[in-house]
């Protein structure tokens, strides 16, 4: 009677069990659904007794970082929180051996575990800071969390040396990091500039991830003369940057996205003076064309920006 209470018992709860896992969708494989998830203390010496700096699989480096000091609050060690648990999960079970075999600690951030299974153990304390625009940003939407780019286990975050920054996101943005090599481009290889001066790592208000709702709010951030309002006003400047320049890097002088006067003619084919430079007509002796021999129509519309001067409506003073 009593062993049969037992079996059907143990029956019951691995119906529950299965029931569970279907349920909740849960990822946990099979061998584990009878691991009992349990917490055990808080206390790091208890891990560190195996993942000490000499074993095969060290994790001490994590107290010298920012999330193993204890004295701050709501970090993993503080007093009311999980320790190495607060981002492994509870990890009870993970003490002893099981018919041979070590069960792993709930959460291990490997690519078994979904993206977005791994970021809700760190946007559980992080959310005010990174989740603002975190769901559907590209990085998100594209499975890269935050372990992508964040060191945990590293005394010192490699996202917090800066010199360094550029060099990590360009690990994956190869294009990028072709387009910074090139004559004209922001300070960006020196890393007197970093990606993260525009671009907002956890997804951003404005196309592209970029910080600023627009594309020329970024821009005029850091270029604030080229904001007016202008009297005299050129209408792809007050409507798009990026008609003319590109941000990451060009052949072209001053990040241009073609030399003049091919960019101004992209638009302005058919100008109130001849725009087509190569007519040989203008030549002397034949004749003298200002518009020709002045060639660049910069030198004559240097205002290209915008112009105040009364007289500056074909943006040439
Ligand atoms: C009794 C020794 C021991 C203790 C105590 C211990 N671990 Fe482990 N841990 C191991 C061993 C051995 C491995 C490697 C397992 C393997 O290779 O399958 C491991 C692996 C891990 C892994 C990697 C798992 C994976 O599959 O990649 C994590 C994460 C981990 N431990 C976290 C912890 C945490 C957190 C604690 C404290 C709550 C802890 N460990 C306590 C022995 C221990
Ligand atoms: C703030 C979150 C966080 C805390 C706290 C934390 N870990 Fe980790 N741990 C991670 C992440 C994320 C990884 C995955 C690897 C990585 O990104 O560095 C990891 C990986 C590991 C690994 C696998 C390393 C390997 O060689 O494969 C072990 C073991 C481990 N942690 C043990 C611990 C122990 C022990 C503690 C407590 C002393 C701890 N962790 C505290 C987030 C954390
Ligand atoms: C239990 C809460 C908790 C969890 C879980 C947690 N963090 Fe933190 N984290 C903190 C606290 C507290 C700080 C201290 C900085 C502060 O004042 O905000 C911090 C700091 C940071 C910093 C700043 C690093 C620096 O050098 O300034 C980064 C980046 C970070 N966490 C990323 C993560 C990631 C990624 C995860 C998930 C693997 C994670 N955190 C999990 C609480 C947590
Ligand atoms: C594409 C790379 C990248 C990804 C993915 C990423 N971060 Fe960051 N994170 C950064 C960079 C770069 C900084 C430094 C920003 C700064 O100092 O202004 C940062 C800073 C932080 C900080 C410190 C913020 C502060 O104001 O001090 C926290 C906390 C943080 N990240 C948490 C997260 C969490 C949580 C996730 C996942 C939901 C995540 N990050 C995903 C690159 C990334
Ligand atoms: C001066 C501001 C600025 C800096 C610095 C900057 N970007 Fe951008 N980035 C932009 C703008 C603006 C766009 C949108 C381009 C467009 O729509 O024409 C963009 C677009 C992108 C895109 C989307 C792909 C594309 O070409 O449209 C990626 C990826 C990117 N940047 C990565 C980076 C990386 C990596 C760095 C650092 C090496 C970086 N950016 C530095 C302004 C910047
Ligand atoms: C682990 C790889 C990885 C790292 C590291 C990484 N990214 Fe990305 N990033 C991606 C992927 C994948 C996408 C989405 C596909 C795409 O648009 O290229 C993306 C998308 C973007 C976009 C948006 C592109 C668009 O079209 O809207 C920007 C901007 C960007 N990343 C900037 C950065 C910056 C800045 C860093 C460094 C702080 C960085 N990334 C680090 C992989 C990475
Ligand atoms: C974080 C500040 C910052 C932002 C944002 C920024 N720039 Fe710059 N820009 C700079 C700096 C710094 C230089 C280099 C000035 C120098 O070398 O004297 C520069 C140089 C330039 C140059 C001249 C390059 C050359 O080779 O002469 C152009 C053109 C330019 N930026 C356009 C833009 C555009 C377009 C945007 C928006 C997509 C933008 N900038 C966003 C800081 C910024
Ligand atoms: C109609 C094309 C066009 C548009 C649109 C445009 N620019 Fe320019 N920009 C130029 C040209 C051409 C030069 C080169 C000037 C020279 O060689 O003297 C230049 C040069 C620059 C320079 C470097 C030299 C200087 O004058 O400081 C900066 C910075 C700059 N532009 C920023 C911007 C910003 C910010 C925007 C958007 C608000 C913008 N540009 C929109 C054509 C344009
Ligand atoms: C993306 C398209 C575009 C490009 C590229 C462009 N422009 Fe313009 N430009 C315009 C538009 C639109 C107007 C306004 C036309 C109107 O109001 O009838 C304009 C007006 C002008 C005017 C006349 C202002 C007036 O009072 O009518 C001049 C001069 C001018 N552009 C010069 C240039 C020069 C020089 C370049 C190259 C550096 C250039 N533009 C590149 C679109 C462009
Ligand atoms: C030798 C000097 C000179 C050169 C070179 C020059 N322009 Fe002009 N452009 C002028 C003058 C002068 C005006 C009349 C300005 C005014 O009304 O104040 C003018 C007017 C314009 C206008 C306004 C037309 C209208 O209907 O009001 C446009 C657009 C223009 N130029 C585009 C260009 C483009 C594009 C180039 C290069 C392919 C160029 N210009 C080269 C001197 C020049």
Redo the contacts with the bound molecule.
């Keep these: 009677m009593k062993i049969l209470s037992k079996g059907a018992s143990k029956l019951w709860l691995a119906g529950w069990l299965m029931a569970f896992t279907i349920l909740s969708g849960n990822s946990i494989s099979s061998e584990t659904t009878d691991i009992e998830r349990e917490y055990m203390p808080n206390d790091p010496k208890l891990c560190l007794m195996c993942h000490g700096a000499d074993s095969d699989h060290p994790a001490e480096s994590v107290m010298h970082s920012v999330h193993g000091q204890s004295s701050s609050e709501n970090t993993p060690f503080s007093t009311n929180q999980q320790g190495c648990q607060s981002c492994h999960g509870p990890s009870a079970s993970h003490l002893k051996l099981v018919n041979g075999v070590r069960p792993p600690p709930a959460m291990v951030f490997n690519s078994d575990q979904p993206a977005q299974q791994r970021d809700e153990v760190c946007l559980d304390c992080h959310q005010d800071t990174a989740g603002h625009y975190w769901a559907g940003s590209a990085h998100e939407f594209s499975q890269q969390g935050c372990t992508s780019c964040h060191t945990i286990h590293q005394e010192d975050d490699a996202m917090k040396k800066f010199v360094q920054l ?1 060099n990590q ?2 690990d994956c ?1 190869q ?2 990091r072709a387009q ?1 090599m090139r004559p004209s481009s ?1 300070p ?1 290889r020196s890393g007197h ?3 993260i ?3 907002s790592p956890h997804g951003g208000p404005g ?2 991830e ?1 910080k600023a709702f627009t ?1 020329n709010e ?1 821009c005029l951030d850091c270029h604030a003369e080229k904001r007016g309002p202008f009297l005299w006003e050129h209408a792809p400047v007050t409507e798009d940057c ?1 008609s003319c320049h ?3 890097g060009s052949n072209h002088n001053a990040l241009l996205n073609a030399r003049t006067p091919f960019l101004c003619q992209q638009c302005h084919q058919a100008a109130f003076h001849p725009s087509n430079q190569e007519s040989g007509t203008g030549i002397p002796p034949r004749g003298a064309s200002s518009n020709l021999l002045g060639k660049d129509c910069m030198n004559c519309h240097s205002q290209v920006h915008g112009s105040n001067h009364p007289s500056g409506s074909g943006l040439t003073r």
């Design positions: 550029n996101c360009m943005h294009r990028q910074i922001h960006l500039m970093n990606c001066d525009c671009h196309p592209a970029l594309l970024q990026s590109t941000p990451h």
